[in-house]
């Protein structure tokens, strides 16, 4: 069977769903049995009163986002994976058209009741497009609370890791475990020594402060924003946050498909920021890295970082030139294939590695890492 014919019967294996003859049950790649996955879970709901067992909940319960339903969230966030923009457009409409999730975009008070989570944040990304009114304004409330809350968690580690090396000869009010001096802390109490309880009484706890870089730094984060990199968006944009808010530091954001848009001017905001975002379409690396090369200013004080998929859809080439002549100007180069809690993700590899042949390092990372490696950077500079 020619590769044409194989592809044929995959598509109207696709198409039929499950109950297709026996003889094309086995047509299908992993990335196919993925998506035929995504779709029974949608589509089965068609043979309700057909003899054929239901396999989503009843519809009253697939109106939630809420993971302990049918995790909605994680499912768009599949779609999006899987299919291309226009079909993950047209398989979006038949769930919020025809499958009972109509009150995510007409009725405020069903947000309102929603337990905010990452998962909501990434969900409510995708369908704000389909939003207005009274239903915008509460999404917008949750993707406030959701970012803040991320923000929390993330901000006294990110400020840690950014401060720099332990200074052991200055004192600091800003007290973690990381920053303990125990050998200072002992010698300033041990005036303090109970004979009797033969234990020392620390009143005074010394801590070492972190040594902040002298020169400023501009870093340039660069996002690809389309629908598989939403986590990645949410969490650069947390990030940016934080690192504009550091002295001596001036953050750039820019998220690109095939066009750019640049949100510099909002990086203090990742509300606005993830408003702003458009997640989809095609993906032109190359041509946002020629824009990002137009914003550095001081090479050898500029760090660029780009999150993607490395899935160039455009000539490979322009990028590849694109990262060595930024490498040659001096400027420090990170790849990354995520960003977020789990630092996991499926990338184009051939592309990554030829951009690691140019001097990029690539990885995947958590935040905090990323944090890690930026502040390894600017001390050593």
Known sequence: MTDSNKKSLARWRLVLGKYTKPEFQDELSGSQTEMDDVLEQL?????????????????????????S?????SWLQKVRELFPKETCEKITGHALEKFGLTEILNDPETLRNMQPSTELLSALLTLKGRMSGAVMQEARRLIKTVVEDIKKKLRPDLLNALYGKRNRFAQTTFKSANNFDALRTIRRNLKHWNPELKKLVVSNPRFYRRAQPRLPWEIII????????????IH?????????????????????DTSIVDLSAHVDDP????MSAQLGGG??????????????????????VLITDFCEGADPRVLVRGIRRLREAGVRLIGLASLNASATAWYDKTMAARLANEGMEIAALTPLKLAVWLADVMQKS
């Open 222 to 233: 660069c996002v690809d924003q389309s629908g598989s990199m939403v986590d990645s968006v």
């Open 236 to 256: 650069s944009a947390v990030m940016a946050g934080v690192l504009a808010s550091l002295p001596m530091v001036q953050v750039r954001l820019v998220l690109f």
């Open 283 to 304: 993906t032109n690396i190359g041509q946002a890295v020629n824009y990002c090369e137009g914003l550095v200013s001081q090479p050898r004080r500029t760090i660029f």
């Open 43 to 67: 589509y089965s709901r068609t043979y309700k009163g057909r003899g054929q067992r239901e396999q989503f909940p009843a519809k009253e319960k697939l109106g939630g986002l809420e993971p």
């Open 69 to 73: 339903q049918i995790n909605v969230p």
């Open 271 to 274: 509300v606005e920021v993830l």
